[in-house]
């Protein structure tokens, strides 16, 4: 459940439209549907859509269509740019005062053009960038970083219950980019983390030491983590695809950090050595893969 009330209205089902069908997209909205919402679900690749009907969901061709006559907007797409582009497309068939719930990570400077356009097509906006990855978001287990004002939360909550285990607000503005601030600082310990995971596994090798040695040693001390293992597992037993979070999304995300950062004059050298290392696995055919072939970096020129 959320770390809100459980909201009056949450037991009512909602007719929700969610735009994109990527691993995370496609998860949330069975999850959506299993909690009893009616869903309506676009992909550019309508396949893609199409392959949620034996889910319960409606497919539908245009944006426009699957937004029509719904509470809720849901946008789980790549980026902030496809994200404006497929609103846009779906503003024929918006009404004022639909709920908008943005959930992926676009950036700083992106998220102000989406608040713009919100503002602009007059709907009511709620920031909500998740944290999880493929098995979370199919369990309905993903964190759910969000600001929205008091009077959405109710109905925002109705679907952050569906989709995760925790709600997390920051904020009553979703405008001002709070839920998409923290997400950038989570972000930014997972991509160490994988880097880290992928060059101390490619060094072992290198100087013919058997990985699961160095994995022996660190059990169980400060130095273990869960996040090491599951990466860890997914290099050494070759288990890179289908991914679970891709390492050309995790390069995006990388960049949008960084521009972040540069914006409050820091310099995060670590960052940008993960995101070189994610850009050349990508460069080098591992791009669909999952983000732990940065590991592929290390022998890459």
């Not at 676009?106 to 999880?132: K, W, Y």
């Not at 980019?177 to 994988?194: D, M």
Request: aromatic share 4%; net charge negative; hydrophobic share 50%.
């Amino acid at each position: 459940m959320s770390e809100t009330a459980a909201p009056e209205g949450a037991s009512r089902p909602l007719t929700v439209a969610v735009l994109g069908m990527g691993i995370m997209g496609a998860a949330m909205a069975r999850n959506l549907v299993r909690a009893g919402h009616h869903v309506r679900v676009w992909n550019r690749t309508h396949a893609a859509a199409a392959a949620l009907a034996a889910d319960g969901a409606t497919p539908t061709v245009t944006p426009a269509e699957a937004v029509a006559e719904a509470d809720v907007m849901l946008t789980m797409l790549h980026d902030g740019p496809v994200t404006l582009d497929v609103v846009r497309q779906a503003a024929p068939g918006l009404r004022p005062g639909t709920v908008w719930v943005q959930c992926a990570t676009v950036g700083l400077d992106l998220h102000a053009q989406v608040a713009a356009l919100a503002a602009e097509l007059e709907l009511t906006l709620v920031d909500a960038p998740v944290l999880g990855t493929r098995e979370p978001a199919e369990a309905g287990q993903l964190t759910v970083l969000a600001a929205a004002s008091e009077e959405t939360r109710e109905t925002a909550a109705a679907l952050f219950d569906a989709v995760g285990s925790r709600t997390v607000w920051t904020g009553d503005d979703a405008s001002a980019g709070s839920a998409q601030r923290l997400k950038l600082v989570a972000n930014t310990w997972v991509l160490a983390v994988n880097n880290a995971t992928g060059e101390v596994i490619s060094l072992a090798e290198g100087l013919g030491v058997e990985p699961r040695q160095f994995l022996e040693i660190v059990a169980g001390g400060g130095l273990d983590m869960g996040y090491l293992r599951a990466k860890a597992s997914l290099i050494l037993e070759e288990r890179l695809s289908p991914a679970s979070f891709a390492a050309a999304t995790a390069a995006k995300d990388a960049g949008l950090i960084l521009d972040a950062a540069r914006g409050a004059g820091l310099h995060l050298d670590g960052l940008e050595g993960a995101r070189a290392r994610l850009e050349r696995a990508t460069g080098s055919g591992h791009g669909s893969e999952d983000m732990a072939a940065a590991y592929f970096a290390s022998f890459e020129r």
